[in-house]
């Protein structure tokens, strides 16, 4: 009985712990801002995905506090944001964003199809807030690349963000894919290990 309630809280510990690890293993960092990981939200998405909605929720919380921290790290309180500003990034570009990450296991139980799924609406939810901030909050708009200019700041927001999250969106998938095909792995979180 104790071990029941002792075990997601073990494994929460560590998924939180291996996504933050994997957030600070860039792959790509975009010339503009934005970073593709080494699969950083899949953890918190299979703690979602083998223990449901309420519980990776939250996991992807406390997940969330710690890419704020980082984002502090990153120099968040030196971009200039007013204060109005500050706190709705706060909100949106990290405890919104990577709190969705929990509804990963909204398919669970779909199997393979469900997996992929809720992955994807998962890191979708988590694109939608960057995109956002990026169009209302930020109203980024100029330069992307040379020789593309843009003033329609959801044009920019789309682009901006869609850059770096559409493979971080991918990668994740094609990561739940193989977990999936690994049948320790697959048994493990379908909780039959």
Known sequence: MQRNKLLPLIEGAFVIAMGVVLSYAIIFKMPWGGTITLLSMLPVAMYSIK?????????????SLFQFMQGIGDGIFAW?????????????????????????GVFRSKGIKGWICGTAVALFARFIC????????????????????????FLYSLIYNGCYMLPEIVFTCIGAYILFRVPVMRKMIEGNL
């Open 130 to 153: 960057h995109f956002i901030s990026g169009a209302v909050i930020f109203h980024s708009a100029g330069k992307l690349w040379e020789g593309f200019t843009t003033d329609n700041t």
């Open 80 to 104: 200039g944001l007013t204060p109005v500003m500050l706190i709705s990034c706060i909100l949106l570009d990290y405890i919104a964003a990577f709190t969705f990450i929990g509804f990963a």
């Open 51 to 63: 223990y449901g909605i309420k519980r990776g929720l939250m996991i992807s919380l406390i997940f």
